[in-house]
């Protein structure tokens, strides 16, 4: 589907002649660094070529007007700019409302309804972040339809507030900071303690990134997410007794190995023990990325796979047998879930000239064992949230 079928589904969905504006915000891999985000530790994502397409124009009334392709069941779904509180009903519509609902409660202005029309290629549920990417459309298109003066990291910390405060999903900052960051052929190596970045070249010469979607749907809210960061608040509070440090994210792995005797759960050491050591790893994978030394980045891959599966627990059958399928393949260098895990994706790093044999050898696998199909993506890594002049959805 390109731009002008999008404009002529928005023109007869609201019934109107006016052309729209476009925008789009991709969605994210995390490329190494899972659950550290919130642990104030490092993370290493980018941007990719899927995501969501938003389509807008202003109204004259006080009519909010939301419709998406995805969720065509769902019809027009309409507020008042005056009453933007969380609706169950609205289901996928919370998202763009509470980013409307933010950025009016931090005194910008908004000032006229919209009707909007949203379109996304990324998977329902894959674990790509498409709620971040629609918050961060919604934070693009407004920003350029009223003219609001927003920093983009004051952007990114809005859409987070959506997610923590609106919506009730205790997660990190890292999803709608590599959407709204996003550079093209770059990944991004955030401290989500400090909001520190700089922007790594991705040179993947003779290899390729695969997103696999083990097509076992998850979502955040009801997941063992917010249980999981209770954890890790529970360990870190056991550490603060005799350490004076903030975050799990501050410790090396040598301290945390002198002082884990200080954590009383052992379910909670094991939960601390993966936020440190994949802090580590993230900046390690930077170093070796660096260096050009792609054979190591992938066993570092791999690694945090292990760790995600038994310290931290939230990898699962579909993930693990996917993973576990794509280390047997020729031409791999490493693989990993990628984003919150309890099923969505796995990334893998593949030989370019293997692509076609590793998608049949491990699809084999996997729906043998599991009963059904993975879904395999090509990712290229792309700009941030913008506005689109003109395009061609991928």
């Not at 002008?4 to 994210?28: C, K, V, W, Y």
């Not at 190494?32 to 389509?55: C, M, R």
């Not at 997610?163 to 709204?180: C, K, P, T, W």
């Not at 790893?281 to 930077?286: I, P, S, V």
Request: proline fraction near 2%; charged fraction near 20%; charge should be negative.
């Amino acid at each position: 589907m390109n731009t002008n079928e999008l404009t002529n589904q928005f023109q007869s969905i609201f019934h109107t002649t006016d052309l729209p504006l476009i925008f789009f915000a991709p969605g994210r891999i995390n490329l190494i660094g899972e659950h550290t985000d919130y642990n104030g530790g490092h993370v290493f994502p980018a941007a990719i070529s899927f995501g969501t397409y938003a389509l807008a124009r202003k109204r004259n009334d006080q009519n909010l007007r939301f419709y998406s392709l995805n969720f065509p069941e769902k019809n027009i779904i309409e507020c008042e700019l005056a009453d933007l509180s969380y609706q169950e009903t609205h289901s996928w519509a919370n998202y763009p409302k509470g980013m409307i609902k933010i950025l009016q409660d931090y005194g910008h202005a908004i000032t006229t309804g919209m009707d909007i029309l949203f379109y996304g290629n990324i998977p329902n549920g894959a674990g790509l972040s498409s709620s971040a990417s629609i918050e961060m459309v919604t934070g693009v298109l407004l920003e350029e339809y009223y003219q609001l003066d927003i920093d983009r990291v004051t952007m990114v910390q809005l859409g987070q507030k959506v997610e923590n405060d609106y919506i009730g999903v205790n997660s990190g900052i890292m999803d709608q900071f590599a959407i709204g960051m996003g550079k093209k052929n770059h990944a991004i190596l955030l401290n989500c303690q400090t909001l520190e970045y700089r922007y790594a070249p991705i040179h993947l010469d003779n290899y390729a990134i695969i997103i696999i979607n083990t097509n076992k749907q998850r979502t955040l809210a009801g997941s063992s997410y917010n249980e999981r960061r209770k954890q890790c608040e529970e360990a870190l509070a056991d550490l603060q007794t005799e350490l004076s440090i903030s975050s799990l994210g501050e410790l090396s792995n040598e301290q945390f190995q002198r002082y884990q005797h200080l954590i009383t759960n052992s379910i909670n050491l094991r939960r601390a023990k993966h936020a440190v050591f994949e802090n580590s790893r993230t900046l390690e994978a930077l170093d070796q990325l660096q260096q050009g030394n792609l054979n190591q980045f992938g066993k570092l891959m791999n690694a945090s796979h292990l760790s995600l599966q038994q310290d931290y627990e939230v990898t699962g059958r579909e993930l693990d047998t996917l993973v576990e399928a794509i280390w047997e393949q020729d031409g791999v260098l490493g693989s990993r879930m990628t984003g919150a895990g309890f099923g969505g994706c796995a990334i893998a790093i593949v030989e370019k000239d293997r692509i076609e044999d590793f998608k049949r050898n491990v699809n084999k696998i996997y729906r043998n064992d599991v009963g059904y199909d993975a879904t395999f993506y090509t990712a290229s890594i792309s700009d941030g949230a913008k506005q689109l002049e003109e395009g061609v959805i991928e």
